[in-house]
C-alpha cells in the first residue's frame, strides 16, 4: 500500500526555507514535489526523515534542484543517495537519532 505523500514547508528562525517531506515518493506525486520546490525561492533544506521510499522519479526532482538543496536523510535512503551520485552535489545530513552525517565528499 502506498503511503500518501505530505508536504509542510516552514521556516527556520535564521529564516532558511524547511520543506518536510513524508510518506513515499514516486513517479505519481514526484510533480507534486517539484512543484512545492518551484514555490520556495533561494536555498532549501528538504527533509526526507519521514520518506520510506524514493524512487528515480523523486531522485530526478532532486538533482534537478541540486544547486539549492540540504538534505536531511534517513538511514533508508542513505545507500540511494550515495549510489546516485547526490551526496556528490548535495549536502546530506543523517536524521536526528539515525546515524552520523554523511562522510564529507
Known amino acids: 500500500m502506498t503511503i ?7 521556516r ?3 529564516g532558511t526555507s524547511v520543506l518536510t517531506v513524508v510518506g513515499e515518493i514516486d513517479q505519481s506525486n514526484a510533480g507534486t514535489l517539484a512543484a512545492a520546490l518551484d514555490g ?5 533544506v528538504v527533509d526526507l526523515a519521514g520518506v ?5 522519479a523523486g531522485l530526478n526532482v532532486l538533482f534537478a534542484h541540486s544547486t539549492r538543496l540540504e538534505l536531511i536523510a534517513p538511514p533508508l535512503l542513505a545507500p540511494l543517495l550515495t549510489i546516485s551520485g547526490l551526496t556528490e552535489l548535495v549536502p546530506v545530513h543523517a536524521a536526528k537519532g539515525s546515524a552520523p552525517d554523511t562522510p564529507p565528499r
Open 12 to 14: 527556520r528562525a535564521d
Open 40 to 44: 520556495i525561492r533561494g536555498p532549501v
Open 4 to 10: 500518501p505523500l505530505t508536504l509542510t514547508p516552514a
Open 52 to 56: 520510506e521510499y524514493l524512487d528515480s
